[in-house]
Structure formats: C-alpha cells, structure tokens
C-alpha cells in the first residue's frame, strides 16, 4: 500500500502524548487513532466483489520511566507500562444479482493488553538539537510486541518541533486477527512545556 493511498482513504487518524517528569521520573501515555476507508470493488470470487473494506484501530500506552544515565549529551531512561491495541476490520460483499441479500457487511475486532519495557532517550546534538529516541518490547495477549522510535527535534523558548519515524509491531499466532500487525510510518508534532 502507497502511502499516498493511505492519505487518500484514510477518515481520521491522530497521535498525542501527556507526560510529567519530576527528579528522575517520567510519567506519560500516548494514544493513535486511525480511521481507513476504502471503496476497492476487487471480485474475490466469480460473482462477488468486496466493495469496501476498513480498519479502525486504537493504540493506548500508558509507561513510567527512571532515569539511569545522564551524560554531557546524553540522557537514557530505563522504562515499563503497557501497550493496549483495538482493531476492528470490515467489509462490505456485493454478492452479485442472483443472490436475493445482495450486499452483506461484516465485521471482526479484537484486542490485545500487553507489558512492555525497555529504554527511552535524548541525544543533544547542540543548544537547540537534539534526537529523541526510544525502543520497548514485551508480550502479554500477544506472542510478542515491539516498538522503535526515532526523532530529530529543535527546541524553542516553550515547545519543541519533532520530525521523525516510529515502528510498531505485534505478533500472535493463535489469534487470527492479530496474527501479524505492524504500523509505520512518519511523524511530525510539536512538544509543549508547561
């Protein structure tokens, strides 16, 4: 799939974090929702089309990290929390003329609550660069889940502007839906400090 494809059928998505840090604590959650309809009129077999097919998912992870190093540029948090997934996927079968339903929706969701840990951090690169990264991995409903992120950031007076990528993945193999799920992608935010 295009990501210019993804752009076009996608209804709704967004990203957003809530965090606090206090001495070497840092107390957050981040939460993705996307929203992705498409019209694909694709026969699937002699006399049925799939006419429409979507995916609606929510990503919840609320983490907790300590700070175990602090360098001249670099600050590395050990972290834990969970990773909370919901996907639904639905269709909608054209079943052809000699059919007397006609059409017929469907749908399958299901949801995943896993235990994460892993490392999060900062890489000053000069008074107003720096990289921002972080990568978890864990397992709980799912086999197993893992997560990378990687940013370049530019520090202002009260907010910070992000570009960067960020990879999720889980993998379950006795969970059908879940089988083998990944999200990817660029981003691009603003941090604000309060």
Do not use: C
């Not at 809530?18 to 840092?26: E, I, T, Y």
């Not at 995916?55 to 919840?60: C, I, L, Q, R």
């Not at 929390?81 to 059409?103: A, I, Q």
């Not at 900062?122 to 720096?130: A, G, H, R």
């Amino acid at each position: 799939i295009r990501f210019t494809d993804i752009v076009d059928d996608m209804q709704f998505g967004g990203m957003g974090v809530l965090g606090a840090s206090h001495n070497k604590w840092l107390l957050w959650t981040d939460a993705i929702y996307l929203d992705i309809d498409d019209n694909v009129e694709e026969e699937i077999e002699s006399g049925v089309e799939l006419d429409k097919l979507g995916v609606e998912a929510w990503v919840v992870q609320p983490k907790i990290g300590y700070e175990v190093m602090r360098t001249e540029r670099n600050t590395v948090y050990a972290l834990a929390g969970l990773r909370y997934l919901w996907v639904e996927v639905y269709g909608k079968l054209d079943l052809g003329p000699p059919n007397p339903v006609g059409s017929q929706d469907g749908d399958v969701s299901d949801s995943s609550w896993d235990a994460v840990a892993g490392v999060r951090g900062e890489y000053v690169l000069s008074d107003n660069w720096y990289i921002d990264y972080q990568l978890d991995g864990g397992a709980g409903d799912s086999d197993f889940t893992w997560q990378g992120i990687g940013a370049v950031a530019y520090r202002f007076k009260s907010f910070d502007a992000m570009f960067g990528y960020r990879y999720l993945d889980w993998k379950d193999t006795e969970n059908d839906a879940l089988a083998d799920i990944n999200m990817s992608g660029f981003m691009a935010g603003m941090r604000f400090r309060f």
